[in-house]
C-alpha cells in the first residue's frame, strides 16, 4: 500500500501588510464576526438567554390572547393562512423591522393657499378698482361658454350682414390675437411679415432702354452727326484723363535726363559750406549789414507811468464796462419790438428746411438712375455703338453690325444695380514656374 503524503507547508515572507493579506485566510474571523453582529441585531443569542426570557409557563387564561384566536377565525382565510406563514417563517421575519426606534414620519404642515382677490380682503380692496372690468368681463365670457355649452344651437348666430363693415372688437380681444400672432412667429407656423422695400426696384432705370435716334440702319444726317459729336466728346474725356493721369505720374517720379548724379548729389551736399569764393563774399556782406541794424537801433529807458495816468486809465476802464452794461440792457429791452424780425428769420428758416429736404429727395431719386458702388470696381459705360457715314447702307441685309447682344444684357443688369460692378479676372501666379529639363531628355555626353 502506498502511504499518503502530505504536502509541505510553503514558507512566505510575512514581513508587509501586503503579504500577511494574501498569505494569512481570515474567512473564520469573518464569519464568526458576521454571527456576532447577527445576533446583536436579533437581540442577542438563545444560548446566553435564561429559560425564564424564553420560556413562559401559562397558568391561567388570557382573555387578549383569545379575542386574537377569535379575530383570526373571523378573518378571511386567505388572509389569516398569509399571515401564518409570514409569523412561521423565518426569512419574512427577518425583513421585518428590528430597532426599536419608531420611523420617521414626514411634517405634513397646512396647504398654503394661493391669495387671491377672492380670499384676501386686503387684496380686494387694493386691486379691485383696478381688476373690476377684468374679472365681470370674465365671469360674463365663462356664462357664455357655459350657455353654448348647454345649447349648441347658439354657436351659431347669423343675425349679422356677412359682407358689411366688420364688428368692432375688444381692446382684450386684440391683446390676444396679438398674442397668438407672436406665437405663431415664434414656432414658425406663420410666415414672417414681408417688409415694404422688398419690392422696391433698386434703379429706376428702363431694363430695355431704346436705342438713339442716330443708330438706325438709315438715320437722318442731323440724328447720325449728333450721335458722332456725342461719341467725340466721350473719347475726348477719356484722352483728358489719361493725359491727366500722365502730368500726375510726371511730377512724382524723375525722367532720366533730370535723375541726380554723382556730379550734381557732390555739388548739393557742398552748398552752404564756403567751399566757393562767391559763397565766402556773400557770408562777409550779410555780417556786414546784420552789424549795422544793431548799431542804428536805438536804445530807450523804460518810462514809468505815474498815479494820475493809472487812475485816468482805470477810470476808462469802469467807464467802458458800463457803456457795454448799458448797451446790453438796452438790447435786451428792444428784442420786444423785434417780433417781426424774428418771425421772418423763423419763416426764412423753414423755408430753407423745405428746400433742402425737397434738394435731398431729388438728390436720392437722382441717384436711383445712376449705377451705384457695389464692389471696388467702379462701372464703366460701354462704347456708343454707331457706324461711320461711309459704312452707312440705306438696307438691313448689307449692314455692318456693331456691339454684342450678351455684352449689352450684362452692362445692363450692372447698371440697374442687381449684380455688382465685375472685371474679367485672369490668373496671375505668384511665383515662376521653374523649367527642369528631365534625365532622359537631355543630350548625352560623348
Not at 474567512?27 to 446566553?48: H, M, P, Q, T, W
Not at 373571523?74 to 393562512?81: D, F, G, H, R
Not at 549795422?292 to 514809468?304: F, N, P, T, V
Not at 428746400?355 to 457695389?374: D, G, N, T, V
Request: charge should be positive.
Amino acid at each position: 500500500m502506498m502511504s499518503k503524503t502530505t504536502a509541505k507547508a510553503v514558507k512566505v515572507s510575512k514581513n508587509r501588510k501586503k503579504s500577511w493579506k494574501k498569505h494569512c485566510p481570515v474567512d473564520d474571523v469573518e464569519e464568526y464576526l458576521d454571527n456576532k453582529r447577527f445576533n446583536e441585531r436579533i437581540g442577542g443569542s438563545a444560548a446566553d438567554k435564561s429559560d425564564e426570557s424564553l420560556f413562559v409557563i401559562e397558568k391561567t387564561a388570557n382573555n387578549a390572547l383569545l379575542s386574537e384566536d377569535k379575530q383570526k377565525a373571523t378573518k378571511a382565510p386567505k388572509e389569516s393562512k398569509l399571515k401564518s406563514i409570514q409569523s412561521d417563517i423565518k426569512y419574512f421575519k427577518l425583513l421585518e423591522s428590528q430597532s426599536k426606534v419608531d420611523p420617521i414620519s414626514p411634517r405634513i404642515g397646512p396647504k398654503e393657499t394661493k391669495r387671491t382677490l377672492l380670499n384676501d380682503d386686503k387684496k380686494f380692496a387694493k386691486l379691485w378698482p383696478q381688476k373690476r372690468k377684468q374679472y365681470l368681463r370674465a365671469k360674463q365670457m365663462a356664462e357664455e361658454r357655459k350657455a353654448i355649452k348647454a345649447d349648441p344651437k347658439l354657436r351659431y348666430e347669423f343675425g349679422f350682414d356677412l359682407w358689411g363693415e366688420k364688428p368692432e372688437t375688444h381692446p382684450d380681444d386684440e391683446e390676444i390675437e396679438e398674442l397668438i400672432d407672436y406665437q405663431e412667429v415664434l414656432k414658425g407656423s406663420k410666415p414672417p411679415k414681408v417688409p415694404k422695400h422688398r419690392y422696391n426696384k433698386p434703379s429706376l432705370l428702363p431694363s430695355v432702354e431704346v436705342p438713339l435716334s442716330g443708330q438706325s440702319y438709315n438715320p437722318s444726317s442731323e440724328a447720325h452727326q449728333s450721335l458722332l459729336a456725342m461719341a467725340h466728346d466721350i473719347e475726348v474725356k477719356k484722352i483728358r484723363e489719361d493725359q491727366h493721369f500722365t502730368r500726375l505720374v510726371e511730377d512724382h517720379y524723375v525722367t532720366k535726363a533730370s535723375a541726380p548724379n554723382d556730379q550734381t548729389w557732390s555739388q548739393e551736399m557742398s552748398h552752404g559750406l564756403g567751399l566757393s569764393d562767391d559763397e565766402d563774399n556773400d557770408i562777409e556782406d550779410q555780417t556786414e549789414e546784420n552789424d549795422e541794424k544793431i548799431s542804428h537801433q536805438l536804445i530807450r529807458a523804460d518810462k514809468k507811468k505815474t498815479k494820475a495816468q493809472r487812475n485816468k486809465e482805470l477810470l476808462q476802464k469802469q467807464m467802458s464796462l458800463k457803456k457795454k452794461l448799458e448797451k446790453g440792457l438796452k438790447i435786451k429791452a428792444n428784442e420786444i419790438f423785434k417780433l417781426k424780425t424774428y418771425k421772418k428769420e423763423l419763416d426764412r428758416k423753414d423755408k430753407e428746411s423745405t428746400e433742402r429736404q425737397m434738394r435731398r429727395s431729388e438728390r436720392i431719386r437722382s441717384k436711383l438712375f445712376k449705377p451705384k458702388r457695389m464692389s471696388r470696381y467702379e462701372y464703366s459705360s460701354p462704347d456708343v455703338e454707331l457706324n461711320l457715314t461711309q459704312e452707312l447702307s440705306g438696307s438691313l441685309r448689307s449692314m455692318k453690325t456693331e456691339g454684342n447682344l450678351l455684352e449689352d444684357r450684362f452692362k445692363s443688369i450692372q447698371r440697374r444695380n442687381i449684380i455688382e460692378t465685375r472685371t474679367k479676372q485672369t490668373f496671375k501666379r505668384k511665383y515662376k514656374l521653374k523649367k527642369i529639363i528631365k534625365k532622359s531628355c537631355k543630350d548625352p555626353i560623348l
